[in-house]
Nanobody, 121 residues
Framework: VQLQASGGGLVQAGGSLRLSCAAS????????VGWFRQAPGKEREFVAA????????YHADSVKGRFTISRDNAKNTVYLQMNSLRPEDTAVYYC???????????????WGQGTLVTVSS
């Protein structure tokens, strides 16, 4: 499976971005999808995850109420809508796929290359 993350960029605090993760190579609907992020000098952390059908979603406490994960299996794409962005959201954002239930640990089978989100104050 190949993953292509896009949609990152520079935004002012309070602004919004929508990240996309497009998958190719396998049946997309058979995978749980997660978003993780890694800021400079910090470990990779869980942001959000969505079940295979899209019926269940999970968001880290730090982004709950501001970020929303969704998926369109017909388009083999997962989205991360990010609103009310803060400087501490600055990081490289990665999407990842795994077989099985969503996990907050980065134990995923396939990873995208990451897209940089920079939030200025």
């Amino acid at each position: 499976v190949q993953l292509q993350a896009s949609g990152g960029g520079l935004v002012q605090a309070g602004g919004s971005l929508r990240l996309s993760c497009a998958a190719s190579g396998r049946t997309f609907s058979g995978y749980t999808v997660g978003w993780f992020r890694q800021a400079p000098g910090k470990e990779r952390e869980f942001v959000a995850a969505i079940s295979m059908s899209g019926g269940s979603t999970y968001h880290a406490d730090s982004v709950k109420g501001r970020f929303t994960i969704s998926r369109d299996n017909a388009k083999n794409t997962v989205y991360l809508q990010m609103n009310s962005l803060r400087p501490e959201d600055t990081a490289v954002y990665y999407c990842a796929l795994r077989v099985g239930p969503a996990m907050t640990a980065p134990i995923y089978d396939y990873w995208g290359q990451g897209t940089l989100v920079t939030v200025s104050s």
